[in-house]
Nanobody, 121 residues
Framework: QVQLVESGGGLAQPGGSLRLSCAAS????????MSWARQAPGKGLEWVSG????????YYADSVKGRFTISRDNAKNTLYLQMNSLKPEDTALYYC??????????????WGKGTLVTVSS
């Protein structure tokens, strides 16, 4: 069965960095686009970033553009999110999600359980 396991969350200071990872199994990772989404305390789910199955195209929400970088290693079945210049408003539970196509934006069909990122001094 499809499994997505996020890691790398934790406490960071404003202006700091964290790198999230998502280990995928149970499907052909290299055939599907992947995305990151987040949910801040008391708020709705927000899509953060997506990447094509082969890594050729990446997309970002305006709120993280220029600060976050999505990448993937298809040989390791792993998705990454490098988060720099963190802000308190980046505090959220971050989810890894499998897309239903090799392209981003065709719907996410499987989700991990999330990893918590807290940005605070």
């Amino acid at each position: 069965q499809v499994q997505l396991v996020e890691s790398g969350g934790g406490l960071a200071q404003p202006g700091g960095s964290l790198r999230l990872s998502c280990a995928a199994s149970g499907f052909t990772f290299s055939s599907y686009a992947m995305s990151w989404a987040r949910q801040a305390p008391g708020k709705g789910l927000e899509w953060v970033s997506g990447i094509y199955s082969d890594g050729s195209d990446t997309y970002y929400a305006d709120s993280v553009k220029g600060r976050f970088t999505i990448s993937r290693d298809n040989a390791k079945n792993t998705l990454y999110l490098q988060m720099n210049s963190l802000k308190p408003e980046d505090t959220a539970l971050y989810y890894c999600a499998k897309e239903g196509s090799y392209k981003v934006g065709y719907g996410m069909d499987y989700w991990g359980k999330g990893t918590l990122v807290t940005v605070s001094s």
